[in-house]
């Protein structure tokens, strides 16, 4: 199943709610086209909503913590929410947790900004 992503902006801020595998190819990729698109166009409040991602393998991994780290280059805050037990499991064991910010609604996470 290939990574859906919803967009949609409340008061300046971008949700991007993911649907599907987060893994190597065009679903880390489409990921990294996203947030690269918003950033050119100014956007620098992102919420990542993982309710429904259900598979993130390394690569996966990988374009969270780019994404994160172009957000923070551009002046920006990129905020997590909803991850899932086995999501938050494997940020856990490679100890990248602590580098993102995250919530435990998408309605906590739009009011933190």
Known sequence: MPLEITQ????GIHVLALKGRLALGEESTGLRT????????GATRIVINLE???YVDSAG???LIETHRKTKAQ???LMLCKL???LREALEIARLLSIFETCPTEAAA???F
Request: charged share 20%; no cysteine.
């Open 8 to 11: 949609r902006e409340m008061n």
């Open 34 to 41: 996203t947030i690269d698109n918003l950033l050119a166009s």
């Open 52 to 54: 429904h991602v259900n």
């Open 61 to 63: 991994l990988g374009a």
């Open 75 to 77: 002046g920006g805050r």
């Open 84 to 86: 899932g037990p086995k």
């Open 110 to 112: 739009v009011a933190s």
